[in-house]
């Protein structure tokens, strides 16, 4: 498996999760849209941290840096800790407004 | 030493004054302050005696720069000589007795401590003024101490005739200021300074003499009868001495410290202090407003029926006669007559006072109701005057009369005081010092054969015994003859003895003896006059500096023929001889004369007012038109009245109709034009240009704005679908870049 296989694969997730914000009604369909991209983003990251950078050489034994995993796990904590805000946003638009349809919510609209 | 010394000095009052303020200040008052007050002015005195016996003379000057503008600094500082101490002790003994007198005198007063507080400041005043060695200081000194009498005179300022007389007093004297300070500004503009000795060259006195003969003498004459107008108005000469007699509104003490010891002193002062640049011109004109003013006021006393007021001419009278000696260059003979006069006539106002005092008592207890009654009545605006009806019952001489059985220490010292300023010989010491000014004059006169000193000393001649006759006059009405008024007889007693301590003192202080205990002969040096000299046909020389009476030889006593002795052993020389010569005649016929005036007027003053012989009203009435003048006192408050505070009041007038026609026009006019054509313009210009601009702007504004809002759908997925549109056309930018 080479890089460009990864890439595919994000490029297909980003691109369903781009499409799954876009069209969805549902808040949380739309969220768990935003979960795909962030997911591909994850990816992107794990996936260049293990064939473009390059390894070290460290008191004679080859060291893969791992800089893009760590990122990924960081962003993995992001999206955890997003979907609790996102879905007590929902719970909040769901009270005020009786639906969770984001065309609903457009008292800002001018 | 010797600043420390003027430092104690003169900051005792003032800090006295200082701690009254401060209480003042928290609303409160300091419990003691009539004994603080005194024991600040005793301290002074002590002090001043230490100085007159340690530093005289003290050539030294003490000097600091206060103000610099420019190249010019004005400087401030202590200058001491035999004047100075002389007045220092002056100032502070009577100012002591007065403070101690009034213990007594103004106990129960509502603003007991106040009048304390003003004392001290006075007496800080008038010794600033004393020691100064600029004109500036002096000047200081001087505003200072017309603003402690104002205060002073109208203390009890409930009464519109004490309100108006403090009033008078103030505006009166400034008078005379402006032209003291028109005065310094031309010496100032002659010399640079205004310091009277600075120790090195530049003092006036010094620069003064370098005028010579350099044809300025009108020039300085004119800035020395400038200078002298302030002591017009502050020493109360002809013509405005008007507001001294109205100012014994004030209380009895304040006359006796301000009216009689010190700050009219502070005119005589002056002139004194500016005795070297006074050239024959500016001498003459003092010498004849001073003859002028005895004899002037002498006159008016004698139909004054307020015991105050013939106090009040009688100080006029006296004061006169100091300038007159001063004009006549008889400055030792000025100087000592101000020292003796200071201590008698405190004790006449003080006599005065007790007297009053002991009838005002009676006079609150039984006539409180009429006297607030008669203050209503006193609704008068104008200058005040005095008229028969409106004397104080207290104060009037004809309630009195007997009194010398009820108060005899009072009478006693009053006795004294009246002999000494009558002039009766050789025992009390204001014969020493009128026959100083009287010889001095009669000397001048005949050393110059000047027909102008001549008449003066034939004005300072009559005013003596014009002097006689009135203060007789007052001696026999107040204490001799049978009770006048039983009701007000009854009532009267001695004073406490606090005021009659301060009577004794200064009773014993005319007599010449006692003086002889703090003063020396060789104290009062007098100074050179640069520009006088006698005129060509005088057949001595022009030896100034010893034409003079000594000082500590009238003072003491001594024999002529001793001091001619004296003199004669230092100077040698054929004119000076002639000169001394003359001058002795003169002071022989002096006495003789002045021996004769006083007794004749003692004479005239019995027999008119105590056996009755003849009758004063019937002399009144046969010289009715003399009567008048004398009784309304020349008509000056009635000039002034009628005359400057009409034209006064006309120009004011004048003024006010100048600024409601022509100024308010201009003012009107300008608006009328300004509101018809600015307004109208300026109200177009905003209503049309301004107004359409901000409205054209919102206009636009809320035309574009309906329009754009519509892109605000409020539908998160269209934004994002923008967004999403943006990032792709973004990358594809790029990617054609």
């Given at each position: 498996m080479s890089l460009q296989h990864y890439l595919v694969i994000s490029a297909i997730l980003f691109s369903l999760g781009i499409f799954a914000v876009l069209t969805r009604k549902n808040a949380i369909s739309i969220l768990m849209g935003i979960e795909l991209i962030l997911n591909s983003c994850n990816l992107n990251f794990v996936a260049f941290s293990r064939f473009v950078t390059p390894s070290e050489n460290i008191v004679g034994s080859e060291v893969f840096r791992l800089d893009g995993q760590i990122i990924a796990i960081f962003g993995i904590v992001l999206a955890a800790a997003e979907a609790a805000v996102f879905l007590a946003i929902i719970l909040a638009i769901y009270r005020e407004f009786g639906s969770i349809r984001p065309d609903k919510v457009d008292t800002l609209k001018g | 030493m010797v600043v420390t010394l003027i430092g104690i000095i003169l900051l005792c009052p003032l800090a006295a004054f200082a701690i009254f303020a401060l209480f003042g200040l928290a609303k409160r008052s300091f419990p003691r302050q009539d004994l603080l007050s005194?024991?600040?002015?005793?301290?002074?005195?002590?002090?001043?005696?230490?100085?007159?016996?340690?530093?005289?003379?003290?050539?030294?000057?003490?000097?600091?720069?206060?103000?610099?503008?420019?190249?010019?600094?004005?400087?401030?500082?202590?200058?001491?000589?035999?004047?100075?101490?002389?007045?220092?002790?002056?100032?502070?003994?009577?100012?002591?007795?007065?403070?101690?007198?009034?213990?007594?005198?103004?106990?129960?007063?509502?603003?007991?401590?106040?009048?304390?507080?003003?004392?001290?400041?006075?007496?800080?005043?008038?010794?600033?003024?004393?020691?100064?060695?600029?004109?500036?200081?002096?000047?200081?000194?001087?505003?200072?101490?017309?603003?402690?009498?104002?205060?002073?005179?109208?203390?009890?300022?409930?009464?519109?005739?004490?309100?108006?007389?403090?009033?008078?007093?103030?505006?009166?004297?400034?008078?005379?200021?402006?032209?003291?300070?028109?005065?310094?500004?031309?010496?100032?503009?002659?010399?640079?300074?205004?310091?009277?000795?600075?120790?090195?060259?530049?003092?006036?006195?010094?620069?003064?003499?370098?005028?010579?003969?350099?044809?300025?003498?009108?020039?300085?004459?004119?800035?020395?009868?400038?200078?002298?107008?302030?002591?017009?108005?502050?020493?109360?000469?002809?013509?405005?001495?008007?507001?001294?007699?109205?100012?014994?509104?004030g209380p009895t003490p304040v006359s006796a410290l301000i009216h009689a010891a010190t700050m009219v002193a502070a005119g005589v002062y002056l002139t004194a202090r500016m005795f070297p640049i006074l050239t024959p011109g500016s001498s003459l004109v003092i010498a004849y407003v001073g003859g002028i003013t005895a004899l002037v006021a002498a006159t008016i006393a004698i139909v004054r029926f307020d015991i105050k007021?013939?106090?009040?001419?009688?100080?006029?009278?006296?004061?006169?006669?100091?300038?007159?000696?001063?004009?006549?260059?008889?400055?030792?003979?000025?100087?000592?007559?101000?020292?003796?006069?200071?201590?008698?006539?405190?004790?006449?106002?003080?006599?005065?006072?007790?007297?009053?005092?002991?009838?005002?008592?009676?006079?609150?207890?039984?006539?409180?109701?009429?006297?607030?009654?008669?203050?209503?009545?006193?609704?008068?605006?104008?200058?005040?005057?005095?008229?028969?009806?409106?004397?104080?019952?207290?104060?009037?001489?004809?309630?009195?009369?007997?009194?010398?059985?009820?108060?005899?220490?009072?009478?006693?010292?009053?006795?004294?005081?009246?002999?000494?300023?009558?002039?009766?010989?050789?025992?009390?010491?204001?014969?020493?010092?009128?026959?100083?000014?009287?010889?001095?004059?009669?000397?001048?006169?005949?050393?110059?054969?000047?027909?102008?000193?001549?008449?003066?000393?034939?004005?300072?001649?009559?005013?003596?015994?014009?002097?006689?006759?009135?203060?007789?006059?007052?001696?026999?009405?107040?204490?001799?003859?049978?009770?006048?008024?039983?009701?007000?007889?009854?009532?009267?007693?001695?004073?406490?003895?606090?005021?009659?301590?301060?009577?004794?003192?200064?009773?014993?202080?005319?007599?010449?003896?006692?003086?002889?205990?703090?003063?020396?002969?060789?104290?009062?040096?007098?100074?050179?006059?640069?520009?006088?000299?006698?005129?060509?046909?005088?057949?001595?020389?022009?030896?100034?500096?010893?034409?003079?009476?000594?000082?500590?030889?009238?003072?003491?006593?001594?024999?002529?023929?001793?001091?001619?002795?004296?003199?004669?052993?230092?100077?040698?020389?054929?004119?000076?001889?002639?000169?001394?010569?003359?001058?002795?005649?003169?002071?022989?016929?002096?006495m003789v004369l002045s021996i004769i005036v006083a007794g004749l007027g003692i004479l005239l003053s019995w027999l008119f007012y105590h056996r009755r012989r003849f009758s004063a009203e019937s002399v009144a009435t046969k010289f009715s038109p003399v009567y008048n003048l004398f009784w309304n006192k020349y008509y000056f408050d009635e000039f002034y009245d009628g005359v400057l505070v009409a034209l006064t009041v006309w120009k004011s007038r004048l003024f006010a109709k100048f600024d409601l026609s022509v100024v308010d026009g201009i003012v009107n006019g300008v608006a009328t034009i300004v509101r018809q054509i600015f307004a109208a313009f300026i109200g177009f210009f905003d209503n049309r240009v301004v107004d359409g601009i901000v409205n054209r702007v919102a206009e636009v504004t809320w035309a574009a704005g309906g329009r754009i809002r519509r892109i605000q759908t409020g539908a998160i997925q269209t934004y994002l679908f923008v967004v999403l549109g943006g990032i792709v056309l973004i990358i594809l930018i790029f990617r054609a870049l």
């Open positions: - | 005194t024991a600040a002015m005793l301290v002074a005195l002590v002090c001043s005696f230490i100085l007159l016996r340690e530093v005289v003379p003290d050539p030294e000057p003490h000097t600091v720069d206060w103000i610099s503008i420019g190249k010019i600094t004005f400087s401030m500082g202590f200058y001491l000589d035999s004047v100075t101490v002389i007045m220092l002790i002056v100032v502070t003994l009577v100012s002591s007795l007065v403070h101690i007198f009034s213990i007594g005198y103004m106990h129960g007063d509502p603003r007991y401590p106040r009048f304390f507080a003003y004392l001290s400041l006075f007496s800080f005043s008038m010794l600033f003024l004393v020691v100064s060695d600029n004109l500036l200081g002096i000047y200081i000194g001087w505003e200072l101490v017309g603003l402690c009498s104002y205060l002073l005179i109208g203390f009890w300022f409930e009464k519109d005739s004490a309100a108006n007389a403090c009033k008078k007093a103030f505006l009166t004297t400034r008078v005379g200021d402006i032209g003291m300070f028109i005065g310094m500004m031309m010496l100032f503009a002659k010399f640079k300074t205004l310091s009277l000795y600075d120790g090195s060259e530049n003092g006036i006195f010094t620069l003064v003499e370098g005028l010579s003969g350099t044809g300025d003498m009108i020039w300085l004459s004119i800035a020395g009868v400038l200078i002298f107008c302030g002591a017009v108005g502050k020493s109360a000469q002809v013509p405005l001495h008007t507001w001294l007699p109205d100012a014994m509104e007021r013939v106090l009040a001419y009688s100080t006029v009278s006296q004061l006169g006669y100091m300038m007159l000696a001063i004009g006549a260059g008889s400055y030792v003979a000025g100087l000592f007559h101000l020292t003796t006069h200071a201590f008698f006539k405190a004790l006449l106002f003080l006599g005065s006072g007790s007297v009053i005092h002991a009838f005002h008592a009676m006079h609150a207890h039984h006539n409180d109701e009429h006297t607030n009654g008669e203050e209503h009545e006193h609704d008068d605006h104008s200058l005040v005057h005095e008229h028969g009806s409106e004397i104080p019952p207290d104060q009037d001489m004809r309630n009195m009369g007997g009194l010398r059985r009820k108060m005899p220490l009072t009478f006693i010292t009053m006795l004294i005081a009246t002999l000494s300023i009558s002039g009766v010989p050789f025992i009390f010491s204001g014969f020493w010092s009128k026959d100083a000014i009287l010889g001095g004059v009669l000397g001048r006169a005949m050393e110059w054969n000047s027909v102008h000193h001549y008449l003066l000393f034939g004005m300072a001649l009559c005013a003596a015994g014009i002097t006689a006759f009135y203060m007789f006059r007052l001696i026999f009405m107040t204490f001799f003859g049978e009770p006048r008024n039983q009701e007000m007889h009854d009532m009267a007693h001695e004073s406490l003895w606090v005021m009659v301590v301060p009577l004794l003192v200064l009773a014993i202080l005319s007599l010449p003896v006692v003086n002889k205990l703090w003063f020396n002969k060789d104290y009062i040096i007098r100074p050179d006059q640069p520009h006088v000299h006698a005129p060509q046909h005088a057949y001595v020389s022009p030896d100034t500096k010893t034409g003079d009476v000594d000082f500590g030889i009238v003072f003491f006593g001594i024999s002529e023929a001793e001091a001619a002795e004296d003199e004669g052993g230092q100077d040698i020389g054929h004119a000076d001889d002639a000169h001394h010569a003359a001058h002795e005649l003169a002071h022989n016929i002096a």
